[in-house]
């Protein structure tokens, strides 16, 4: 028997179970060949397999067409952080951001490094709390970069910003394929697996074509866009093991019944979470605003703070793993991604009434 907990971690993150019982088959022997998936060449016709149906499933299920395309990569979505710019901020023009939080933060910090930048909207202003609705941008900006989902204070664009014909381009780490969207609205998504799509190791850009012909040239091979795409992600060496699960995760999307089972349930997941929390405002408090929660990662305080550590100790205690505030933010956090199921926010909800008895 395998003990499960319920793991409300941030990332790398809860999978469905099914998917990992079928990952540690492949790590014992792959599709008969008498060697473990980790043994085996990504020249051969089973890897040729696993990464054309990955690429086809993404796409299916975002609903996206022949003019994009699906690339798995290495180095976290922090290198996206470098490559969007050095690949797309054109000489003598400036790329738009959005900074909603640490990772947003992050992202400028480096596209600063390969050209101008301008903050086009912040809200630092309240610690993040909320996505910002007003834009400064920039007439001709080579691109407008946003991050869909803030994992560290909570919050999640619910409508992203007309941007007037500049191409958009979104971090998605931390809700992709959590909602259903218009993908296609977007020039460059991309995700680090490890939130929402499998395990750490491999990184996914969804982009269309023709954005991906028009990249600047002259980069270091690895670094440019059109290396992976001409090459269909296999340049170099890939995150074989880690490309497979994400696949295998596509598959339980489809068998769920693709964005729209997925959505209803992540809403329901939330809706207990914040309507516990918005009936016991007394014990507990939100902290971002209303209209900018996210679904993934549900933040809030105990009015009293020095409760938040026994809280977290307690709720340990009863399986539910990784309730702890990010450093930055403090308080609690809750990741709910695709994987977690109902049940564990269920018994979560369960536990912060009778947490609040013990403790008022
Ligand atoms: C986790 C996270 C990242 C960083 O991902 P790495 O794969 O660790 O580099 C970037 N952006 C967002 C929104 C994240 O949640």
């Known amino acids: 028997m395998t003990r499960r907990v319920f793991n409300f971690n941030p990332g790398p993150a809860t999978l469905p179970f099914e998917v990992i019982r079928q990952a540690s088959q492949a790590v014992l022997e792959y599709d008969g060949q008498g060697m473990s998936l980790i043994e085996m060449s990504h020249r051969s016709k089973q890897y040729d397999k696993i990464n054309a149906e990955a690429e086809a499933d993404m796409k299916k299920i975002m609903g996206l067409g022949d003019d994009y395309r699906v690339l798995f990569m290495g180095g976290g979505a922090s290198l996206q952080f470098s490559m969007v710019p050095m690949n797309f901020l054109r000489q003598g023009q400036t790329a738009d951001y959005v900074n909603t939080g640490a990772w947003a933060s992050k992202a400028i910090k480096e596209a600063k490094k390969e050209g101008s930048v301008n903050v086009a909207a912040s809200s630092e ?37 007309e941007t007037n014909g500049v191409p958009l381009i979104v971090d998605m780490s931390s809700d992709i394929l959590s909602r259903k969207l218009d993908y296609s609205k977007f020039d460059l998504i991309y995700a680090g697996a490890q939130k929402n799509l499998g395990p750490a190791g491999v990184t996914i850009i969804i982009a269309k074509k023709d954005f991906i012909d028009s990249a600047n040239d002259n980069l270091p091979t690895m670094l440019s866009y059109k290396t992976h795409a001409a090459k269909n992600s296999l340049f170099n060496t890939p995150p074989v093991f880690p490309v497979y699960v994400v696949g295998l995760v596509l598959k339980w999307i489809l068998e769920k019944g693709g964005l729209d089972a997925i959505e209803k349930i992540n809403t329901e997941k939330a809706k207990l979470l914040y309507d516990m929390i918005d009936a016991n405002i007394d014990f507990y408090s939100p902290n971002v605003d209303k209209d900018s929660r996210s679904k993934m990662n549900v933040t809030f305080r105990l009015v009293n703070r020095d409760l938040e550590a026994k809280f977290v100790e307690e709720a340990k205690a009863q399986d539910l793993i990784g309730l702890k505030g990010h450093r930055d933010a403090g308080g609690i956090r809750a ?13 979560l909800t369960e536990f912060m009434e009778q947490f609040k008895k013990d403790n008022k």
């Not at 609705?133 to 989902?149: G, R, W």
């Not at 990741?335 to 018994?347: F, I, M, T």
């Open 125 to 161: 202003d309240r610690q993040f709390a909320y996505i910002p609705k007003t834009f400064n941008f920039t007439k001709d900006a080579s691109y407008v970069h946003v991050t869909s989902n803030n994992t560290i204070y909570g919050t999640e664009w619910q409508t992203y910003p």
């Open 335 to 347: 990741s709910l991604y695709n994987a977690l199921p109902l049940e564990g926010v269920k018994k």
